[in-house]
């Protein structure tokens, strides 16, 4: 099989679109230009193309009355990729930081867990000291109408 040179220039048509004179620039360059909104493949696609521009009546169209440039269609590529990046790079900050919530949150049941048991230990203790206290009070009160003298009637 022979060795075809890559000399086509995929231009999106129409050609009357553009600023310059396409026909003459392909010319000039040595390069076969066939209309990209219709190519099924890129073969033989020329590296090094001329730069053109579309015209200014025909930029100021709404989007569905004119194809994408291949530049403006890689650009775009470019900040879908950035922004899937971005994206895929929050997803892996919020799944650390979920991770380290629900580990925080099993840590504060267990503190919470501890802190029932030690209220529960300090209830304990409490009622035994105010038991105690009740049963001091009750022997002081004890001794003490022990030893009070009872009063005799005097006639």
């Known amino acids: ?48 193309v001329p730069d053109v521009t579309i015209k200014a009546e025909l930029l100021d169209q709404g989007a569905g009355e004119r194809v994408p440039t291949a530049a403006e269609l890689m650009t775009a590529r470019a900040d879908l990729l ?39 230990a300090n209830e304990v203790e409490a009622q035994r000291l105010r038991d105690e206290a009740a049963k001091q009070a009750a022997v002081t009160q004890t001794a003490a109408s022990e030893s009070k003298p009872t009063k005799a009637k005097t006639t």
């Open 82 to 120: 950035a922004a899937h990046d971005d994206l895929q790079q929050r997803e892996r900050e919020l799944a650390a930081e979920k991770e380290r919530v629900a580990k925080q949150a099993k840590e504060n049941e267990l503190a919470a867990a501890r802190n029932a048991e030690q209220a529960a």
């Open 1 to 48: 099989m022979e060795n075809v040179p890559a000399n086509i220039w995929y231009l999106p048509g129409p050609m009357f679109q553009y600023n310059e004179d396409v026909k003459a620039l392909a010319r000039q360059a040595g390069l076969k230009i066939i209309d990209a909104n219709v190519a099924v493949g890129r073969a033989n696609a020329a590296e090094d």
